[in-house]
């Protein structure tokens, strides 16, 4: 898929190797969409790619001394999930990122790659969008400042040049008067593309002042996804609300004005009659949910990551081993750990890691079922994170710390209880998987026992809800889902 591959270790580099190679090379990050663009033939001429996912201090989430909010641009979606700050001070995009795909999907990808790709459908656009953010890009002839509207030019299309990187989206927090909302109409709860999204922003008078009443609409932003070539606002709609107070009136006359502003077409997801009815539902949703207080219904406090220990705000868990120069592909050779043992890979460079894990590395524990980061049987351990391994390029690897369902076992087990001395050889979540036969064909099982198994060094005692948000990454095709999630239940508890 690619003939060149570069780790890089500062911007320096990156805008450097986007200046000599053009529009024949791709910076990755995530590669959650590249990958498949690349498969898919929807990306042509690249021949190089570009890892930033080495370079220090670009996963940061920071405030400000003028009240702006700034990502780095390899923060990811459950960065923003776990961010105090955006909860509290960006909820609509923090709400977002957690609809984004899966815990393992949301590891990988960044926001800055979600706004790249230029989707009218990403998740993260409408949001950041009603916050008013825009975003810097980088070359070497210089720096430029763009509001992300004005990023847009069409679908999956930008004003991003060849030769730029994107090293940064700031908007301004919300301040103690505005508050915001996020609604996402899917074909189902997670692992799902939007067929509508709708991101709302109010900001309120919270008392009598300059003439105007208590609990009055100031302010409005409405944006919508999914139902034009790029987001768009909702402008009658937002000019309607200021000035008043939200009523059940006010707020269906609203939503009717919002779904004026679509202009959806019909596709293989939704027909145009039933989008442009979803966003005045989605928009009373939203509306109603703020007027009662309730916009953050559905958002687990602390929503699972997938990280195991839980690392500090704004996501430090950038800081990879093994990378104190540039490596490139296939110059050099991938020299990883995986499961505690050294390899090194003279071959492979130019495909996945899940096909260098399988074949090159002749672990073939870990499974290929979709290929496209869907079913979650190609689950793994990429330096303490899980991921799905067939969205990962194989460099990516170089210097990296790698698990898979073979070196499970050798895990520090934490609280888990023992096994029986005839199973020894197993981690605790596997024995539990035996005891319950929570198997069926067997073909999905590794990657719902990677995934359990992180869930369980992350969260001693998961409730049912948190099993289930751990596996919406899981495919199991044969369904024995009551199987599995009893395993997991009872992990902690076997003692045999």
């Given at each position: 898929?690619?003939?060149?591959y570069?780790?890089?270790?500062?911007i320096?580099?990156?805008?450097?190797?986007?200046?000599?190679?053009?529009?024949?090379?791709?910076?990755?990050?995530?590669?959650?969409?590249l990958?498949?663009?690349?498969?898919?033939g929807?990306?042509?001429?690249?021949?190089?790619?570009?890892?930033?996912?080495?370079?220090?201090n670009?996963?940061?989430?920071?405030?400000?001394?003028?009240?702006?909010?700034?990502?780095?641009?390899?923060v990811?979606?459950?960065?923003?999930?776990?961010?105090?700050?955006?909860?509290?001070?960006?909820?609509?995009?923090?709400?977002?990122?957690?609809?984004?795909?899966a815990?393992?999907?949301?590891?990988?990808?960044?926001?800055?790659?979600?706004?790249?790709?230029?989707?009218?459908?990403?998740?993260?656009?409408?949001?950041?969008?009603?916050?008013?953010?825009?975003?810097?890009?980088?070359?070497?002839?210089?720096?430029?400042?763009?509001?992300?509207?004005?990023?847009?030019?069409?679908?999956?299309?930008?004003?991003?040049?060849?030769?730029?990187?994107?090293?940064?989206?700031?908007?301004?927090?919300?301040?103690?008067?505005?508050?915001?909302?996020?609604?996402?109409?899917?074909?189902?709860?997670?692992?799902?593309?939007?067929?509508?999204?709708?991101?709302?922003?109010?900001?309120?008078?919270?008392?009598?002042?300059?003439?105007?009443?208590?609990?009055?609409?100031?302010?409005?932003?409405i944006?919508?996804?999914?139902?034009?070539?790029?987001?768009?606002h909702?402008?009658?709609?937002?000019?309607?609300l200021e000035?008043?107070?939200?009523?059940?009136?006010?707020?269906?006359?609203?939503?009717?004005?919002?779904?004026?502003?679509?202009?959806?077409?019909?596709?293989?997801?939704?027909?145009?009659?039933?989008?442009?009815?979803?966003?005045?539902?989605?928009?009373?949703?939203g509306?109603?949910?703020?007027?009662?207080?309730?916009?953050?219904?559905?958002?687990?406090?602390?929503a699972?990551?997938?990280?195991?220990?839980?690392?500090?705000?704004?996501?430090?868990?950038?800081?990879?081993?093994?990378?104190?120069?540039?490596?490139?592909?296939?110059?050099?050779?991938?020299?990883?750990?995986?499961?505690?043992?050294?390899?090194?890979f003279?071959?492979?460079h130019?495909?996945?890691?899940?096909?260098?894990?399988?074949?090159?590395g002749?672990?073939?524990?870990?499974?290929?079922?979709?290929?496209?980061?869907?079913?979650?049987?190609?689950?793994?351990?990429?330096?303490?994170?899980?991921?799905?391994?067939?969205?990962?390029?194989?460099?990516?690897?170089?210097?990296?710390e790698?698990?898979?369902?073979?070196?499970?076992?050798?895990?520090?087990?934490?609280?888990?209880?023992?096994?029986?001395?005839?199973?020894?050889?197993?981690?605790?979540?596997?024995?539990?998987?035996?005891?319950?036969?929570?198997v069926?064909?067997?073909?999905?099982?590794?990657?719902?026992?990677?995934s359990?198994?992180?869930?369980?060094?992350?969260?001693?005692?998961?409730?049912?809800?948190?099993?289930?948000q751990?596996?919406?990454?899981?495919?199991?095709?044969?369904t024995?889902?009551?199987?599995?999630?009893?395993?997991?239940?009872?992990?902690?508890?076997?003692?045999?």
């Amino acid at each position: 898929m690619w003939h060149a591959y570069l780790n890089a270790t500062s911007i320096e580099e990156v805008l450097q190797a986007l200046k000599d190679k053009g529009e024949r090379a791709r910076i990755v990050a995530g590669g959650t969409d590249l990958i498949l663009e690349l498969e898919r033939g929807v990306r042509t001429g690249v021949d190089t790619l570009i890892d930033v996912t080495r370079i220090p201090n670009l996963e940061q989430i920071t405030l400000d001394e003028d009240g702006n909010i700034h990502l780095g641009a390899l923060v990811t979606h459950n960065h923003c999930v776990e961010s105090k700050l955006i909860r509290e001070r960006a909820y609509p995009l923090a709400r977002a990122a957690w609809e984004v795909g899966a815990p393992q999907i949301r590891n990988r990808g960044t926001v800055a790659g979600n706004l790249i790709t230029a989707s009218p459908a990403n998740d993260t656009i409408t949001p950041l969008i009603a916050l008013g953010a825009s975003v810097t890009l980088q070359s070497l002839n210089g720096i430029r400042n763009i509001p992300l509207q004005d990023f847009y030019t069409g679908v999956r299309k930008t004003v991003m040049q060849p030769d730029e990187m994107l090293v940064d989206i700031s908007f301004p927090a919300l301040t103690p008067t505005q508050r915001g909302a996020f609604i996402k109409l899917a074909l189902r709860r997670a692992q799902a593309i939007s067929l509508v999204n709708v991101a709302i922003v109010l900001d309120t008078s919270s008392s009598l002042s300059a003439g105007i009443e208590a609990d009055t609409v100031r302010s409005a932003s409405i944006t919508l996804g999914a139902v034009a070539p790029t987001i768009i606002h909702a402008p009658e709609a937002e000019k309607y609300l200021e000035g008043k107070k939200l009523t059940t009136e006010v707020i269906e006359e609203a939503a009717r004005l919002t779904m004026n502003a679509s202009k959806p077409i019909d596709d293989i997801r939704s027909s145009a009659v039933y989008r442009r009815e979803m966003v005045r539902v989605c928009t009373l949703r939203g509306l109603r949910s703020m007027l009662n207080g309730e916009e953050q219904a559905g958002m687990p406090s602390e929503a699972v990551l997938l990280w195991g220990v839980r690392k500090s705000e704004g996501g430090s868990q950038n800081a990879e081993v093994g990378m104190q120069s540039t490596h490139e592909s296939p110059l050099s050779p991938i020299e990883t750990t995986i499961n505690g043992k050294k390899y090194t890979f003279k071959n492979g460079h130019d495909k996945t890691l899940l096909r260098l894990l399988r074949e090159d590395g002749n672990l073939i524990g870990t499974k290929e079922g979709c290929a496209e980061g869907e079913c979650g049987a190609c689950t793994i351990f990429l330096d303490g994170k899980a991921v799905m391994a067939c969205l990962v390029p194989a460099p990516r690897a170089h210097g990296a710390e790698i698990i898979t369902i073979e070196g499970l076992s050798n895990l520090d087990s934490g609280s888990l209880l023992p096994q029986s001395q005839e199973r020894q050889n197993l981690h605790p979540v596997q024995d539990a998987f035996i005891q319950h036969g929570a198997v069926q064909c067997g073909y999905c099982t590794p990657g719902f026992i990677m995934s359990a198994a992180k869930l369980l060094e992350e969260k001693e005692n998961p409730t049912h809800n948190e099993i289930e948000q751990a596996l919406t990454g899981n495919l199991c095709r044969c369904t024995g889902y009551y199987k599995i999630v009893q395993a997991i239940e009872d992990a902690n508890k076997i003692n045999l």
